[in-house]
């Protein structure tokens, strides 16, 4: 599985910003497919996530402002998953990286250390 970020950038404070991860892989569809971020400082923490099946679970510390999701395509070996990021705060800045999961297990898919695969990162900036 190969995942690649895009759509990092440079926010106002109660600004939004779309992150896109586009994951390739035969199997990609059967991941959970996530996002974490790590400030700098700071160790990395889990944001938010979506099971295979369509579940969705987020931090506490991001609940109802962003919005996870999956856009399935015809091709079964491509996945993109979207991080909409609304109402951001300057507490937000940190680079995002997105990762997947061969799991369905609600707390280990949450788990920086369990997940399969990583993305590059994408840097994320909410000025005050």
Same mark, same amino acid.
């Given at each position: 599985?190969?995942?690649?970020?895009?759509?990092?950038?440079?926010?106002?404070?109660?600004?939004?910003?779309?992150?896109?991860?586009?994951?390739?892989?035969?199997?990609?569809?059967?991941?959970?497919?996530?996002?974490?971020?790590?400030?700098?400082? #700071?160790?990395?923490?889990?944001?938010?996530?979506?099971?295979?099946?369509?579940? $969705?679970?987020?931090?506490?510390?991001?609940?109802?402002?962003? $919005?996870?999701?999956?856009?399935?395509?015809?091709?079964?070996? #491509?996945?993109?998953?979207?991080?909409?990021m609304?109402?951001l #705060?300057?507490?937000?800045?940190?680079?995002?990286?997105?990762?997947?999961?061969?799991?369905?297990?609600?707390?280990?898919?949450?788990?920086?250390?369990?997940?399969?695969?990583?993305?590059?990162?994408?840097?994320?900036?909410?000025?005050?």
């Open positions: 599985v190969q995942l690649v970020e895009s759509g990092g950038g440079l926010a106002q404070t109660g600004g939004s910003l779309r992150l896109s991860c586009a994951a390739s892989g035969r199997t990609v569809r059967s991941y959970a497919i996530g996002w974490f971020r790590q400030a700098p400082g #700071k160790e990395r923490e889990f944001v938010a996530t979506s099971t295979r099946s369509g579940d $969705t679970y987020y931090a506490d510390s991001v609940k109802g402002r962003f $919005t996870i999701s999956r856009d399935n395509s015809r091709d079964n070996a #491509k996945n993109t998953a979207y991080l909409q609304d109402s #705060k300057p507490e937000d800045t940190a680079a995002y990286y997105c990762a997947a999961i061969y799991s369905s297990h609600i707390a280990t898919i949450q788990l920086s250390s369990k997940q399969d695969y990583w993305g590059q990162g994408t840097l994320v900036t909410v000025s005050s």
